[in-house]
């Protein structure tokens, strides 16, 4: 093997985790434990996540409508995601939590070559479970079911979806006021709200 495929083969996949998600039984309880016991905060909360109800995703290959409400905070530079699935809709999400757990569900990713890094966890044993189709883009948000040696699911997003990534860390880093809740209805009232764009 040459110097420069061994650089390639030890590159990373996918860059650094910027995201954690944790999926919760109980939102308020989460974010009250990570403000008041932990001392992070604030949090963007979203009562009715991305909508009521939400646009449908993909579980599995069968459609589906999975209803949340979430939360978003900061630890430095890293994206504290908490999911509550308010539904019964199967998710992920509920499959964790019928297994007993609560808590890192996933590890997010933000990449710069999306089909690459989808073709390099799928080549690596990683299978695609949840797929999650944004409005008027072409490439999804995609979990990926880990090898057991890895547990945690893989998140990852296309690059276009670091502008919302980037908007969260900005509201968040600007918010002066005592409360430990910056509170919308849903995400897509903060994207209009942020103008966010795609572009």
């Known amino acids: 093997m040459s110097e420069s495929d061994a650089q390639e083969k030890l590159k990373p996949v996918l860059g650094p985790a910027t995201q954690l998600g944790f999926v919760v039984r109980n939102l308020d309880a989460a974010v009250n434990h990570w403000t008041g016991v932990l001392g992070f905060g604030p949090f963007l909360h979203f009562?009715?996540?991305?909508?009521?109800p939400p646009a449908p995703s993909l579980y599995r290959g069968e459609e589906v409508v999975v209803e949340t409400r979430l939360a978003f905070g900061y630890v430095g530079d890293v994206q504290v995601e908490l999911i509550e699935q308010v539904?019964?809709?199967?998710?992920?999400y509920r499959d964790f939590l019928a297994a007993g757990r609560e808590g890192l569900q996933h590890l997010g990713y933000w990449v710069p070559d999306f089909q690459e890094a989808c073709r390099r966890v799928e080549a690596g044993g990683y299978e695609p479970e949840f797929v999650i189709p944004i409005v008027g883009?072409?490439?999804?948000i995609i979990?990926?079911?880990?090898?057991?040696?890895?547990?945690l699911m893989l998140e990852i997003s296309p690059p276009r979806w670091q502008?919302?990534?980037?908007?969260?860390?900005?509201?968040?880093?600007?918010?002066?006021g005592s409360q430990q809740l910056?509170?919308?209805?849903?995400?897509g009232d903060f994207v209009v709200s942020a103008n966010v764009t795609f572009s």
């Open 47 to 52: 009562d009715k996540g991305t909508g009521r």
């Open 87 to 92: 539904n019964d809709a199967p998710s992920p």
């Open 137 to 140: 883009q072409p490439d999804p």
């Open 143 to 151: 979990y990926y079911r880990s090898p057991d040696l890895i547990g």
């Open 163 to 176: 502008h919302m990534r980037q908007a969260v860390f900005e509201k968040i880093k600007a918010h002066s």
């Open 182 to 187: 910056i509170k919308f209805d849903t995400y």
